[in-house]
């Protein structure tokens, strides 16, 4: 039956690679089930209702993108996403969380959509590649502000907007050796060096008696608070169309350099260097990313962390299966998720932000009408605590810069008109 569904053989490989492949992608993604529930909960919502969520959406994507599309690629709630849903959306636009998850089930229809129309390649191939890179680096710096504030390394100042905080605190300091703890484990290669880090935190600030151990394992917390709570006509609202925006495109950009990358590295591509059956693994995406809504978490997207799996010999989807009843079994650990403190996921944002900001060696620093545009970008995202900001000032610099320097030619309809519409937006939603 397995050879049957994932053509084993033909892949060359067995079931007990692929097992030790899925093994390997879970441990190195697996911190998202403690990490998610702690950004998300800020809003309000139920930590255990978001933990349940998290593992759900997981294992449904997961499962798609393995039975569907055949792939060894793993989804989960994406880093970066849900931060802007937390702290921008509901935090500083201040609409509620349920309007946010409408946002988020939008962008997921349409990103279906596109996909089933064959939209997705024009979409894809037409925004620069100065400003791909600038909004992965600004969702980086977006998740680094994040950690060192949840860390209290970084605190508001009155005369200079930020300013540092206090370094002798055990959770600063216990920040700091969890981050080095990572870099230091991701090194030397050791699988699962974000969760390590994570749980070695939580371990030490136990026996400090910072936290209380409140057990080990447990029925899985209700889904009630979360599930089906999503207020999408809240979320039709005009002055969330750059929200809805930002969820899509970052999803799109994330999505497919994913699965090219876990592709080429897999050596998954056809003999023309295009990978077979990408619609249907754009749809697993999308698909995903609307349960996810639904049962009460933010956008669900492919794990670049995928490709530790596809070398350790992953090569179908049935590694995708196994890592989907990992997150499965991950509802009965909800005590354990529930005790870890933000000072200890915080060395893992700002890990995933250095990983992240790694895009910017790739902008052509020469060409100041490609690297203006991409360093706007970036910076933009967090000094105005916003993903969906950070994109349309990029756009707008882009198409200006290239427009002044007589650059025509590197400006295409599609880059124009998104300029334009943030333009009229500024002007007239965000006017006063």
Same mark, same amino acid.
């Given at each position: 039956?397995?050879?049957?569904?994932?053509?084993?053989?033909?892949?060359?490989?067995?079931?007990?690679?692929?097992?030790?492949?899925?093994?390997?992608?879970? !441990?190195?993604? +697996?911190? *998202?089930? @403690?990490?998610? =529930?702690?950004? %998300?909960?800020?809003? $309000?919502?139920?930590?255990? /209702?978001?933990?349940?969520?998290?593992?759900?959406?997981?294992?449904?994507?997961?499962?798609?993108?393995?039975?569907?599309?055949?792939?060894?690629?793993?989804?989960?709630?994406?880093?970066?996403?849900?931060?802007?849903?937390?702290?921008?959306?509901?935090?500083?636009?201040?609409?509620?969380?349920?309007?946010?998850?409408?946002?988020?089930?939008?962008?997921?229809?349409?990103?279906?959509?596109?996909?089933?129309?064959?939209?997705?390649?024009?979409?894809?191939?037409?925004?620069?590649?100065?400003?791909?890179?600038?909004?992965?680096?600004?969702?980086?710096?977006?998740?680094?502000?994040?950690? !060192?504030?949840? +860390?209290? *390394?970084? @605190?508001?100042? =009155?005369?200079? %907007?930020?300013?540092? $905080?206090?370094?002798?605190? /055990?959770?600063?300091?216990?920040?700091?050796?969890?981050?080095?703890?990572?870099?230091?484990?991701?090194?030397?290669?050791?699988?699962?060096?974000?969760?390590?880090?994570?749980?070695?935190?939580?371990?030490?600030?136990?026996?400090?008696?910072?936290?209380?151990?409140?057990?080990?394992?447990?029925?899985?917390?209700?889904?009630?608070?979360?599930?089906?709570?999503?207020?999408?006509?809240?979320?039709?609202?005009?002055?969330?169309?750059?929200?809805?925006?930002?969820?899509?495109?970052?999803?799109?950009?994330?999505?497919?350099?994913?699965?090219?990358?876990?592709?080429?590295?897999?050596?998954? !591509?056809?003999?023309?260097?295009?990978?077979?059956?990408?619609?249907?693994? %754009?749809?697993?995406?999308?698909?995903?990313?609307?349960?996810?809504?639904?049962?009460?978490?933010?956008?669900?997207?492919?794990?670049?962390?995928?490709?530790?799996?596809?070398?350790?010999?992953?090569?179908?989807?049935?590694?995708?299966?196994?890592?989907?009843?990992?997150?499965?079994?991950?509802?009965?650990?909800?005590?354990?998720?529930?005790?870890?403190?933000?000072?200890?996921?915080?060395?893992?944002?700002?890990?995933?932000?250095?990983?992240?900001?790694?895009?910017?060696?790739?902008?052509?620093?020469?060409?100041?009408?490609?690297?203006?545009?991409?360093?706007?970008?970036?910076?933009?995202?967090?000094?105005?605590?916003?993903?969906?900001?950070?994109?349309?000032?990029?756009?707008?610099?882009?198409?200006?810069?290239?427009?002044?320097?007589?650059?025509?030619?590197?400006?295409?309809?599609?880059?124009?008109?998104?300029?334009?519409?943030?333009?009229?937006?500024?002007?007239?939603?965000?006017?006063?």
């Amino acid at each position: 039956m397995l050879e049957r569904l994932f053509q084993l053989q033909a892949h060359g490989t067995n079931v007990r690679k692929e097992l030790v492949a899925g093994i390997t992608t879970f !441990l190195t993604m +697996a911190y *998202i089930i @403690v990490v998610n =529930p702690s950004i %998300l909960s800020s809003t $309000g919502m139920d930590f255990g /209702a978001v933990f349940v969520a998290t593992c759900l959406a997981a294992t449904i994507g997961t499962l798609i993108m393995g039975l569907w599309a055949n792939y060894p690629i793993a989804l989960a709630p994406g880093m970066g996403l849900n931060a802007f849903f937390s702290f921008t959306v509901v935090g500083s636009l201040g609409y509620s969380w349920q309007v946010a998850l409408g946002a988020v089930f939008l962008s997921g229809l349409i990103f279906f959509l596109l996909s089933i129309f064959k939209i997705r390649e024009w979409i894809i191939n037409s925004i620069p590649m100065s400003l791909r890179f600038g909004i992965s680096a600004g969702i980086g710096f977006f998740l680094a502000l994040i950690a !060192l504030k949840n +860390a209290g *390394i970084v @605190v508001d100042h =009155p005369a200079t %907007l930020v300013g540092l $905080g206090e370094l002798k605190t /055990a959770e600063s300091l216990l920040f700091f050796g969890g981050f080095v703890l990572i870099c230091a484990l991701s090194f030397r290669r050791i699988t699962g060096a974000v969760m390590i880090g994570i749980i070695a935190v939580t371990v030490i600030a136990m026996m400090l008696g910072l936290v209380e151990y409140n057990g080990f394992v447990s029925a899985p917390p209700s889904l009630a608070p979360t599930f089906m709570q999503l207020d999408i006509a809240g979320a039709l609202n005009v002055g969330m169309i750059s929200v809805v925006f930002a969820f899509l495109f970052v999803d799109l950009f994330d999505t497919s350099g994913t699965l090219i990358g876990a592709a080429q590295r897999g050596g998954l !591509l056809d003999k023309d260097g295009k990978l077979p059956r990408l619609g249907r693994a %754009l749809m697993s995406d999308s698909v995903a990313t609307m349960s996810g809504a639904a049962l009460g978490t933010s956008t669900t997207t492919s794990y670049i962390e995928s490709t530790a799996g596809i070398s350790a010999g992953g090569r179908t989807g049935l590694t995708s299966v196994f890592v989907a009843l990992l997150f499965l079994a991950c509802l009965l650990l909800s005590p354990i998720a529930s005790i870890i403190p933000a000072y200890a996921t915080a060395p893992a944002l700002l890990y995933v932000a250095v990983l992240m900001a790694s895009g910017l060696k790739l902008i052509d620093w020469d060409d100041i009408t490609e690297a203006a545009p991409a360093v706007v970008t970036a910076l933009m995202m967090p000094l105005t605590f916003s993903i969906a900001n950070g994109i349309a000032l990029g756009f707008i610099t882009y198409a200006v810069i290239k427009a002044l320097s007589g650059r025509w030619s590197d400006l295409n309809a599609s880059v124009v008109v998104i300029a334009i519409v943030f333009i009229l937006k500024f002007v007239f939603l965000d006017a006063g």
